[in-house]
């Protein structure tokens, strides 16, 4: 019993066909009427089963063919017409007729050869971009499942933080490395306060082309994660994510004018150190002013007094040299 399941096996492994370029662009009544007219020499007797193990050998099983199928995006109707061009002209010739396998073997492999010179001239796939995105431009054909593969990355992309000014400009580009369709459709949605990549919790904002969004005064309430996500049709490409943290101005602008007082103003920085809370430095002006002015007055009176005082020995000094040489000349 064993036995027959393992033939089974075996025959239905045989006959089941493995896919390649040639199973996923000729049909399988062209290939019938090809192999129709396989005869193997050796016993002089037709044998279809003959013609389609050669196929395989030929084509499904041979690396040089599926590498030769591997074709960009868009360049499988190219694989099929070539191998049309190879095969059909076969299957005109060889239907209804008799032809020993020798002639197969040596049409065949002349097929064979044919196509891989001319599918491995056309444009491959020139690679993908890390770390997201649908990116079909990427793909390339898989002559053993007879679909394109993708790049295989997931659609959501890791989540960029913006820190930003209250009322200052945010800018977010909605911008990926890897070619798109021209039927983009972008939607901007925003989930406010948190940093999340839950899709739930987003709320739309924007729907249209614009790949820019632009907040121009930035306040505490646009805090949180945005994302846009890039559809072409009814497909999305990618979704992006920017985490905006906004910094309050009030906060901001004290720290600026308190760090301004400690380094020149104040270099000791005793007035301005006070135990509960930081001072208001607004309130510390008047006392400032008055302080900058007194020190002003004073140097004002200190110069002025200065000058009175160098200016009286210099006169006496001419009064008694006047006097000495009116005494000489005497
Ligand atoms: C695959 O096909 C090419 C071209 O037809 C041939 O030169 C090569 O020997 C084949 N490879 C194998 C493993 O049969």
Redesign the pocket.
């Known amino acids: 019993m064993c036995t027959s399941v393992l033939r089974l096996l075996c025959v239905s492994l045989l006959l089941s066909p493995s896919l390649s370029c040639y199973q996923c662009f000729v049909d399988v009544q062209d290939s019938l009427r090809l192999c129709w007219g396989h005869v193997l020499t050796e016993h002089n007797v037709r044998n279809v089963d003959g013609c389609f193990r050669k196929l395989d ?2 084509f499904n ?5 599926i590498e030769a199928g591997r074709v960009g995006q868009g360049y499988d109707t190219q694989l099929k017409a070539i191998l049309d061009a190879e095969i059909m002209p076969l299957v005109e010739e060889f239907d209804n007729k008799l032809n020993p396998d020798t002639v197969y073997e040596e049409r065949l ?1 002349t097929a ?2 044919n196509f ?1 010179a001319a599918a491995s001239k056309l444009p491959r796939v020139t690679g993908c971009f890390p770390p997201c995105g649908f990116q079909s431009a990427g793909a390339v054909y898989n002559c053993i499942t007879c679909k394109y593969d993708s790049c295989e990355f997931p659609l959501d992309c890791p989540v960029e933080e913006i820190k930003v000014m209250e009322n200052s400009r945010s800018r977010m580009r909605c911008d990926v490395p890897f070619g798109l369709p021209n039927d983009i459709e972008v939607i901007w949605r925003f989930a406010e306060e948190v940093k999340t990549q839950q899709l739930d919790q987003f709320k739309e904002v924007t729907v249209g082309v614009d790949r820019l969004y632009s907040i121009p005064s930035t306040r505490l309430h646009h805090q949180g994660t945005y994302q846009c996500e890039i559809y072409s049709g009814q497909n999305s490409i990618v979704r992006l994510y920017y985490y905006i943290t906004v910094t309050p101005q009030v906060v901001a602008g004290h720290t600026e004018l308190q760090e301004i007082f400690d380094l020149s103003l104040l270099p000791g920085g005793q007035l301005l150190s006070s135990p509960d809370g930081p001072p208001n430095p607004i309130l510390q002006l008047p006392s400032l002013l008055t302080a900058c002015l007194t020190t002003s007055l004073l140097l004002l009176c200190l110069s002025l007094g200065a000058l009175y005082w160098s200016s009286i020995p210099q006169r006496r000094g001419d009064a008694d040299e006047t006097d000495g040489s009116e005494d000489e000349e005497r």
């Open positions: 050998r030929i099983n041979n690396e040089t063919v492999q064979a050869d891989i």
